[in-house]
């Protein structure tokens, strides 16, 4: 099956994003992963609704916002009013994560939560029936270009029988190292939508490699 694509903005090359944004558009990824940090919740600042509403008038996929911001509900009208598809949270920064997703999806967004690599799954066990993907950092987050932590295929499993236990629909989102190595193995682990930076916007042909991420494994890789 196609995995779905999310090229993660943070590595973009910001002295000629017209020229990235282009190739994403030609390009067959799905959605574009923009990163909001705010040196706060993760050591690291990168951008905030003035790129955001700037990459919007050129962009032509849909945004899939993730906030890695301290009470990120602050921002969830402004965030339905720039266009974005969804909006993702990081439950270690929600402290009404319920309250939360109610009002994403009033705003007419996808509700997406994220989780930091040390939180497991079952903190989600209360919210899944009402979360439409679930994102799992694969690196600590704040900065792009990271080592890969080998657990998450792991939580993958897990996190999939949260979700078929409790009949919910979530997809699973997983950011941080995905590469020529790792994707192949996230997809054999289950993985629906794949975020990747560095190994996109640093390629020689980032339009090929989005098709590869994309694809669905040979048969022989998929047992
Ligand atoms: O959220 C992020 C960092 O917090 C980035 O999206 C993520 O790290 C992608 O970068 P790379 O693919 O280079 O690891």
Not at 21 to 33: C, G, T, V
Request: glycine share 6%; net charge negative; aromatic share 6%.
């Amino acid at each position: 099956m196609k995995t779905i694509v999310s090229p993660s903005l943070l590595a973009a090359d910001f002295t000629n994003l017209q020229a990235d944004i282009d190739m994403i558009n030609r390009s067959e990824a799905d959605w574009l992963h923009c990163d909001v940090m705010d040196g706060v919740f993760v050591p690291n600042i990168s951008f905030g609704f003035p790129v955001l509403e700037a990459v919007k008038r050129i962009c032509t996929k849909p945004l899939d916002v993730h906030f890695m911001i301290v009470k990120p509900e602050r921002y969830i009208t402004r965030t339905a009013k720039l266009g974005a598809m969804m909006m993702n949270v990081h439950y270690e920064a929600c402290t009404h994560l319920n309250r939360t997703i109610h009002e994403i999806h009033e705003e007419g967004m996808k509700a997406g939560v994220t989780l930091n690599p040390s939180t497991p799954v079952c903190m989600l066990e209360d919210c899944i029936q009402d979360v439409d993907i679930v994102l799992l950092m694969s690196v600590n987050p704040g900065f792009g270009g990271q080592k890969f932590i080998e657990n998450t295929y792991a939580k993958i499993g897990r996190l999939r029988k949260l979700i078929k236990d409790s009949g919910s629909q979530a997809l699973i989102e997983v950011d941080g190292g995905v590469n020529a190595e790792t994707a192949p193995k996230l997809k054999r682990a289950g993985v629906d939508v794949l975020v990747s930076g560095s190994y996109v916007f640093k390629a020689e042909e980032p339009e090929q490699v989005i098709k590869t991420l994309s694809s669905p494994l040979p048969p022989f890789l998929s047992l």
